[in-house]
């Protein structure tokens, strides 16, 4: 029972969930926190035909320059757009948009298919969640997306699709600046307005948010979609190949350069001198690069986030000295002299403990926590915030069956769907408790409650489904439909209300005390129930189906089922087991026998509808035998 | 008798905790009512085991399994295993306590 949070990003895409009150960025299993949000649709089939699915993240992008026409990378960019959005960006990023036939959706041309941005980013939210099903050993919950603050109605409602296509519960969209702010806990300061500047690999974000009431508010954003760390590295890949005297280099001999240039960037974060050495095509270029130079080389890039800063603050009408913190966000931030001119434009240091990589998905899984009520972060629902002993129903032979278990977060649903034990019910009792231990009359009983009018149906046939609803006030809800005549009945319990500390910890010692017998009596009680089952069914064919008896079937079957009668009145469940068992072994010729008839009748009916009705019992005959 | 874990399942275990970046969690494991045929498996990756749990180390300490008192009624000299196939990957419970098995391994009864 867990939320999570992802960081669908323009280049990358992180999920993180909160474990033990500390938020965590879920690896890979190469130990990656990063996933490059890059789709590659290789058009390779299932055996059966089908499109297999794409390749998704690092396995995309490791061979993206040999397959450009069908590797979708920064995909983020069309979310939402509309088709003369799209044709800009797509001719930003040399992209082939089909060409719709009078429609208004954007698709993208990948290979010889054709996508929407919806369907692509849902690929690699779905590789996300699958991660964190995987490490969580549990399905998450629900899951909270960061997208950017400038995102409109359309882009975020795109955002959502993806979500739902990828099979997930969107709990929240949260604004990627606030996740950061969030991230740093900047809310316990209760008001403030702060300032997150987010240098990625190709965009540029600036945020101005507001807090007042523990609440962020964005007051204006601004930024630069052409402007990251990918345009240092490529200042950086100009001097190399200027110094092998290459020009105009393209394919492998301009990436080798952009990839030598990373690194110089990577080695200048820490060291003050980054070798270079790199093969370029028959030019091999050894060089060193100073902090110094290089901080000369991107200066004319760095200094253009100032103009958006100082466009962001223009709209919130503030001056840089009136932040009360800056949150950095993006790898590029990393940089040193990024750092720098922040810190002299707003006079302040920024804060920079948090992995820039990360922040945004660490503030997203905070926010995903908070929705689980179970954080403390969250101040409305500390009074209860897990269900602190089991509910469930009674069920046949005083069974109790749970539906929602001791220590799930709530807000919390689940449905369980039972029958009827007998032919002809007209109503089931509900019986509704609370508590450990295995049989109902050990637990306690917090309401019982009627589903009446059920029409006329044979035992087992009636679908009665089950809801336990516990809301963020902790009330429960219990309601019962009956599946075919959609009959409803429903009750509300406060259910934590009576029980103090002291008495729920009194219930589950003795629910410990008493495993064993428990649910030794659980087992014995579940056994006779078949067995009562098996032999009531036994009966019934008896006394329709007699003259299909051959030998000494009638003999044998009554021999056994007199002895299965018998050890039902006693607790040894290994043979009350074994005889059911046997009972079922020697009616099974008679079993097939009468459904043989059965069948051969309805044929002979020619009546279609009748011959479906009872290739239907059959099944379910068989079915029964099985179960 | 105790609990068993195989190379695999700490191997996969060990990844696990990588990914989750909680190199020091525990494993647990425990037993709940319900499933296809009565009774059926839960595991839990957490922070520290719980205090009336039964606890076992293997591997020089590093792994640590976790039994809450109820489940190692029905758990003890089960063995906890890894398993890779096509049609599933998961951890398995080989129960020597367990009478049968539902086809999806996930329940079984005594």
């Known amino acids: 029972m867990a939320n999570i949070g992802i960081d669908l990003g323009t280049t990358n895409s992180l999920v993180a969930v909160v474990m033990g009150q500390t938020p965590r960025v879920l690896l890979d299993d190469e130990g990656r926190s990063l996933t490059p949000s890059v789709v590659r649709y290789s058009g390779a089939k299932n055996p059966d035909g089908s499109d297999a699915p794409p390749m998704i993240g690092w396995e995309a992008l490791e061979n993206a320059v040999e397959h450009a026409s069908t590797t979708l990378t920064s995909v983020k960019r069309f979310m939402g757009r509309s088709l003369d959005e799209a044709r800009k960006v797509a001719e930003e990023l040399h992209y082939t948009l089909a060409d719709g036939e009078g429609q208004d959706v954007v698709r993208i041309q990948a290979g010889d298919k054709v996508v929407t941005p919806v369907e692509v980013s849902a690929w690699i939210l779905r590789l996300l969640y699958m991660r964190a099903n995987e490490c969580l050993m549990a399905e998450p919950t629900g899951v909270v997306i960061t997208v950017p603050a400038y995102f409109d109605d359309a882009q975020r409602q795109a955002t959502r699709d993806a979500g739902k296509l990828a099979g997930m519960n969107v709990l929240r969209l949260l604004n990627e600046p606030t996740a950061a702010a969030l991230a740093y806990g900047l809310q316990e300061n209760s008001q403030g307005t702060y300032v997150v500047f987010d240098l990625g690999g190709g965009t540029f974000d600036i945020s101005v948010l507001e807090l007042s009431e523990g609440v962020f508010q964005v007051l204006s954003t601004a930024g630069d979609t052409r402007l990251g760390g990918d345009d240092f590295d490529r200042e950086v890949a100009k001097l190399i190949l200027a110094k092998a005297g290459i020009e105009n280099a393209t394919g492998k001999v301009l990436r080798a350069a952009m990839e030598a240039g990373e690194q110089a960037k990577r080695d200048l974060t820490t060291g003050e001198i980054a070798e270079i050495s790199v093969e370029l095509g028959s030019a091999s270029v050894q060089m060193q690069l100073t902090r110094g130079e290089f901080n000369e080389l991107i200066r004319p890039i760095a200094e253009r986030t100032l103009m958006s800063c100082k466009q962001a603050l223009a709209d919130a009408e503030m001056e840089p000295g009136d932040m009360d913190g800056v949150v950095l966000v993006g790898g590029s931030t990393r940089v040193p002299l990024v750092r720098e001119i922040v810190e002299q434009f707003f006079g302040r240091e920024p804060l920079s403990n948090l992995d820039p990589d990360k922040v945004v998905a660490l503030g997203a899984a905070l926010q995903a926590d908070i929705l ?17 002993l089991s509910l469930g129903v009674e069920t046949m032979g005083g069974v109790v069956e749970r539906l929602i278990w001791r220590s799930s977060p709530i807000p919390v649903t689940a449905s369980e769907t039972f029958t009827t034990q007998v032919d002809g019910q007209n109503a089931v009792d509900l019986h509704v408790l609370q508590g450990e231990r295995e049989l109902a009359k050990d637990n306690r009983s917090l309401a019982r409650f009627k589903l009446k009018g059920i029409p006329d149906m044979p035992a087992g046939l009636p679908r009665v489904k089950v809801t336990f609803t516990v809301d963020a006030d902790g009330i429960l809800s219990v309601s019962a439909t ?104 020697v009616t099974a010729p008679f079993a097939q026998r009468r459904i043989e008839r059965d069948l051969k009748l309805a044929l002979e009916g020619q009546d279609a509808l009748e011959v479906l009705d009872v290739l239907d019992r059959s099944v379910k005959a068989a079915e029964d035998a099985a179960n | 008798m105790a609990i068993q874990i195989t190379d695999r399942a ?6 696990l905790r990588m990914m989750r970046q909680t190199p020091d969690h525990v494993l647990r494991v425990g037993v709940r009512g319900g499933g296809c045929s009565g009774l059926s498996y839960f595991l839990d990756i957490v922070e520290a085991p719980e205090a009336k749990d039964k606890v076992f180390t293997f591997k020089e300490g590093e792994i640590t399994v976790a039994v809450d008192r109820k489940s190692y009624l029905f758990l003890n000299g089960t063995e906890i295993d890894f398993e890779k196939t096509l049609m599933k990957t998961g951890f398995v419970f080989n129960n020597p306590l367990s009478g049968s098995s539902c086809s999806c391994g996930e329940s079984f009864t005594l």
């Open chain 1, 372 to 388: 689980t009520g179970s954080s403390e972060l969250s101040d409305d629902l500390l009074l209860m915030d897990v269900v602190p």
């Open chain 2, 10 to 15: 700490v191997t996969r275990f060990q990844k």
């Open chain 1, 482 to 585: 009956e599946q075919y005549t959609k009959t409803h009945a429903e009750i509300e319990v406060q259910h934590s209300y009576g029980l103090g500390d002291d008495e729920i910890e009194a219930m589950l010692e003795a629910a410990i005390d008493h495993a064993e017998s428990d649910v030794d009596q659980r087992l014995l009680i579940e056994a006779r129930v078949e067995a009562q089952q098996v032999l009531a069914v036994v009966d019934k064919s008896l006394s329709r189906d007699a003259d299909l008896l051959a030998g000494n079937e009638a003999q044998v079957i009554s021999q056994v089922s007199v002895a299965l009668r018998q050890v039902c009145e006693g607790d040894d469940r290994k043979r009350i087991q074994e005889l059911t068992t046997k009972l079922d072994e």
